[in-house]
Each structure stands twice: as structure tokens, then as C-alpha cells.
């Protein structure tokens, strides 16, 4: 069974850095790419980030680019978004999913990032 | 940036009831597109990829179809456990962009 597992959410002060992990189980986890995708309170889904199978191409929203960072370490099974200079615009629930060809076909459960001081 | 427009935004509906939503991309994204199924507090759920293939284990009530630039989701037949809300997605280009959703609701 896939599972996905984030972690590492919180409350952050405005300025502060967070790093987000989702760790996966139930597939082979190198094959697939993984993705970030956040929900701001009351509002809809906007996708953050992306990472390939390998780790060698990533993509970010335009909002992500320059204070985002995603990364992966697929011995372990992870998939990480490390999160700079945060405002309260980013103040949302976090996923990750996995991406299979040109869906997004497992989701974890979401993780709560608070930005306030 | 893809632009994806999602229209009604909301809709009220009774079981048995059949309903369609629209999602209108800015360009031609070709089939890559998708749709989720979202109820409250709870992560998306893969409903529909390749704008009409039904994924594993969604009831063959929802239908979705389209290319191009206009595609729609039917649900025929609607049940209670489908009031939810409903977002299409694009994956031909990036940044992925996601419709801002349609909030179905019961009447």
C-alpha cells in the first residue's frame, strides 16, 4: 500500500525557515517523481514544487522560487522542501504527492504550516 | 502561465441528480489534464487523469472528457459521498497550475 507521510510543520515565525519531509512507503520511491502541493486556508490547491525520480531536475512556482528547496534522498525514502524567508502568505497545509506520468495519483495527508508572530 | 478556469464555482445539487463542470484552459493542453475530488479536511483524491480515464477504484459514475482547451466532469447519479469539491489540473507545462475549484453542494 502507498503511503506518504509529511512531517516537520509547525508555527514559524515571519523571516523564519521550516523544512518539510514526506516520507514514503508501499512503491519503489526512486522510479517516481515527487511533488509539493499547499492549500492556504478556505482557498484552493496550488502546486510548489517538483522533483524528478533522480533528484537531477526540479521546478518551482513562481512563489517558491529563490526561498524553496526541494530535495530527495531516495535511500531513505524522502522527499524534503526546505522553506526560507516565509511570510504569511505561505501560511497553509502542505502535501506531498506522487507523481505518475502526469498525475498526481497518491497524496499524504497534509501538514499545517503556520506563519505568525 | 496556464490559465484554468473551472465554472460553476459552485453548485447545488440533489442525489440522483447528474451534474457537469467545465474547466477552461488559457492554451491547448492537449489530454494532460485531471481531475481531484477534495472533501473537508482531507487530502485530494485522483478522480480522473488523462481527461478521461477513470482511475482505479472511482465508481464509473464520473465520466470526464474534452481536449484541447475545453474539458468536462459528469457525475451521473450524484450519491451523498460525492458533495465535495472539485479541481481540475494541468500538467502539459510548467508551473502545474490547478483550476480554483467547484464547491458542490447538496440542495
Known amino acids: 500500500e502507498v503511503q506518504l507521510l509529511e512531517s516537520g510543520g509547525g508555527l514559524v515565525q515571519p523571516g523564519g525557515s521550516l523544512r518539510l519531509s514526506c516520507a514514503a512507503s508501499g512503491f519503489t520511491f526512486k522510479n517516481f517523481a515527487m511533488t509539493w502541493v499547499r492549500q492556504a486556508p478556505g482557498k484552493g490547491l496550488d502546486w510548489v514544487s517538483e522533483i524528478s525520480g533522480i533528484g537531477g531536475s526540479m521546478h518551482y512556482a513562481e512563489a517558491a522560487k529563490g526561498r524553496f528547496t526541494i530535495s530527495r534522498d531516495n535511500p531513505k525514502n524522502t522527499v524534503f522542501l526546505q522553506m526560507r524567508s516565509l511570510t504569511a502568505a505561505d501560511t497553509a497545509v502542505y502535501y506531498c504527492?506522487?507523481?505518475?506520468?502526469?498525475?498526481?495519483?497518491?497524496w499524504g495527508q497534509g501538514i499545517l504550516v503556520t506563519v505568525s508572530s | 502561465d496556464i490559465q484554468l478556469t473551472q465554472s460553476p464555482s459552485f453548485l447545488s445539487a440533489s442525489v440522483g441528480d447528474t451534474v457537469t463542470i467545465t474547466c477552461r484552459a488559457s492554451?491547448?493542453?492537449?489530454?494532460?489534464l485531471g481531475w481531484y475530488q477534495q472533501k473537508p479536511g482531507k487530502a485530494p483524491r485522483l478522480l480522473i487523469f488523462a481527461a478521461s480515464t477513470l482511475q482505479g477504484g472511482v465508481p464509473s459514475r464520473f465520466s470526464g472528457s474534452g481536449s484541447g482547451t475545453e474539458f468536462t466532469l459528469t457525475i451521473s447519479g450524484l450519491q451523498p459521498e460525492d458533495f465535495a469539491t472539485y479541481y481540475c489540473q494541468q500538467l502539459d507545462t510548467y508551473p502545474i497550475t490547478f483550476g480554483r475549484g467547484t464547491r458542490l453542494e447538496i440542495k
Open positions: 504527492a506522487r507523481r505518475r506520468g502526469d498525475v498526481f495519483d497518491y
Open positions: 492554451q491547448g493542453i492537449s489530454r494532460y
